[in-house]
């Protein structure tokens, strides 16, 4: 549950209370939830939000952003630049709150920009001159730290954010790196083993591999048939990380059989994303 939105009437007050704006009801239209607006803003798009959050101002950042939301359902940046749109200031109680702290809690109307669209690819220039011209228009803020943008065209709602609200900057707000890197460099593909497709063997391989410094040092099958499991412990040897990268992670491969219309093609298929998962699709053997 959002317990932001369930204490709201006791966090938040109308504007006029705290000294500028219309008067408004003490209790607030509840609007949208920060992470379903900016999952729903496609790029180029534009959608009319009411929403509630943290205010932030700072030498980098205008921001806005769902303390009880601190991710969001779907892997996207989970909050947005502000900017108030032409002839919009902020009233007197907010400039007071970010003046004295920097923060506030909010409850802003406006109009949520997606990404923005992509340029037009300027062939006068080297492809990565081009490319960066192309994305500059698609990000917003201070060193286009943003995905998106929110246009303030009112200011519901305003009172001190809650204790406990730390400061963020904007390294906050960026993509967050994985403890362990586990992109795959190098691998064999791999294969379907030909004893077991000959004998109608098909299943998933559940096994624990442990790299170090790059390579893969140690498997264990957790589960699955043991001439499956050979197949794919030989592969996953292959496989190649980046120099120093040290950690243990699961990975499963899927050997499937299926029935193929006569002269079809009998190669299996390969479809991976490592260091995940594998799945390969062969055809059943039927002479």
């Known amino acids: 549950m ?14 006029a209370a705290l000294g500028g704006g219309s008067q ?9 939830r920060l992470c379903d607006a900016l999952e729903s803003v496609l790029d180029g798009g534009k959608v009319p939000v009411v929403v509630t959050g943290i205010y932030e101002v700072g030498a980098e950042v205008q921001a806005f952003y769902d303390p009880a939301e601190p991710a969001c359902a779907t892997d996207i940046q989970p909050a ?3 900017e108030f749109a032409p002839g919009i200031e902020a009233p007197p109680a907010l400039r007071t709150l970010l003046g004295q702290t920097g923060q506030a809690l909010v409850t802003f109307r406006g109009e ?3 990404p923005g669209a992509l340029g037009p690819d300027d062939r006068a220039l080297p492809p990565l001159f081009a490319s960066a011209n192309r ?8 060193l286009s730290g943003f995905r998106t943008k929110l246009v303030v065209s009112e200011v519901v709602a305003v009172r001190a954010a809650p204790a406990g609200i730390g400061k963020r900057g904007l390294g906050d707000w960026a993509q967050p790196t994985p403890d362990i890197d586990l992109e795959v460099q190098e691998a064999e593909v791999p294969q379907y083993p030909d004893l077991a497709q000959r004998a109608g063997i098909a299943g998933t391989v559940v096994i624990e591999v442990t790299v170090v410094e790059g ?3 140690a498997t264990v099958v957790k589960s699955g048939d043991r001439l499956l499991a050979e197949t794919a412990v030989a592969n996953i040897t292959t496989w190649r990380f980046k120099p120093r990268i040290n950690g243990t992670f699961t990975t499963t491969f899927f050997y499937q059989l299926e ?6 093609d009998h190669r299996a298929f390969v479809e991976l994303r490592l260091p995940e998962w594998v799945r390969i699709t062969a055809p059943s053997y039927g002479w």
């Open 2 to 15: 959002n317990l932001l939105r369930l204490f709201m009437p006791l966090l938040v007050f109308p504007v």
């Open 24 to 32: 408004r009801p003490e209790v607030l239209p509840q609007g949208i």
């Open 80 to 82: 947005t630049w502000v």
């Open 112 to 114: 949520l920009w997606g």
């Open 135 to 142: 994305a500059g228009g698609r990000r917003y803020g201070h």
């Open 215 to 217: 390579q893969v040092g």
């Open 259 to 264: 029935r193929r219309r006569a002269g079809s």
